[in-house]
């Protein structure tokens, strides 16, 4: 059975842009969670989508925002990026409720 | 709200000594506990869970819910237990998941 996948892996962009990355769970799994590592904060929930819906989402500004599609691929999305947001992005896949959740490799966004 | 805590940032163990990786947390109810571990160049992976009470690579760890503790523990450590860990919390019916900020075993031979 594949992994999750995540594109791209690096990516670079300057203040005030934008950035959309992409999440393909495991065959099979419904929930995709997003996650923000950084050397300071550690590994910062950000949101959990189960068939096409925010389940639940963790305390980030409104700039990240994340949508799941039917076939359950996953994006999230960041405006007005910020120095700050330079972090390695993680997306996680589940059955579903609080099973095992299966981590992709991740996306390192750099902020310049 | 829920809050996991690991204390050490870096353990550094001897090649057969005992490992014990702390992990403390606060939630009114019910959580579910787990363990995920991240080797070099590798992707966090899931060493344990409470509810499966299982030893996975040597592994346990039990659930004390008087001291809200979960730690890890291994009788006798390996060079190839060196990784990153981290103790993870999960509430409610929904994939909410709280991460402890991670310790680095470092097991010297």
């Known amino acids: 059975k594949a992994g999750v996948t995540q594109t791209p892996r690096y990516l670079i962009k300057t203040r005030g842009q934008q950035v959309t990355l992409s999440c393909s769970p495991i065959?099979?799994?419904?929930?995709v969670s997003w996650y923000q590592q950084t050397p300071g904060q550690g590994l910062q929930f950000l949101f959990e989508?189960?068939?096409?819906?925010?389940?639940n989402k963790g305390n980030f500004p409104g700039r990240f925002s994340g949508r799941q599609f039917s076939n359950s691929r996953s994006e999230m999305n960041v405006s007005t990026l910020e120095l700050g947001d330079s972090a390695l992005y993680l997306c996680?896949?589940?059955?579903?409720?609080?099973?095992?959740?299966?981590f992709g490799p991740g996306t390192r966004l750099t902020v310049l | 709200a829920q809050r996991v805590t690991q204390p050490e940032k870096l353990l550094s163990v001897f090649k057969g000594a005992p490992v014990e990786l702390k992990c403390n947390y606060s939630?009114?109810?019910?959580?579910?506990l787990f363990w995920y571990v991240q080797y070099s160049r590798q992707r966090l992976q899931l060493l344990l869970r409470?509810?499966s009470r299982e030893s996975i690579k040597g592994f346990t760890a039990d659930l004390n819910k008087g001291e809200t503790s979960f730690h890890l523990k291994k009788p006798f450590a390996q060079e190839e237990d060196s990784a990153m860990y981290y103790c993870?919390?999960?509430?409610?019916?929904?994939?909410?998941?709280?991460f402890g900020t991670g310790t680095k075993l470092q097991v010297i031979p």
């Open positions: 065959s099979g799994h419904r929930s």
């Open positions: 409470h509810i």
């Open positions: 989508y189960f068939s096409e819906t925010q389940r």
């Open positions: 993870a919390l999960s509430a409610g019916g929904y994939q909410k998941v709280t």
């Open positions: 939630y009114s109810g019910s959580p579910e």
């Open positions: 996680a896949s589940s059955l579903a409720g609080r099973d095992t959740q299966y």
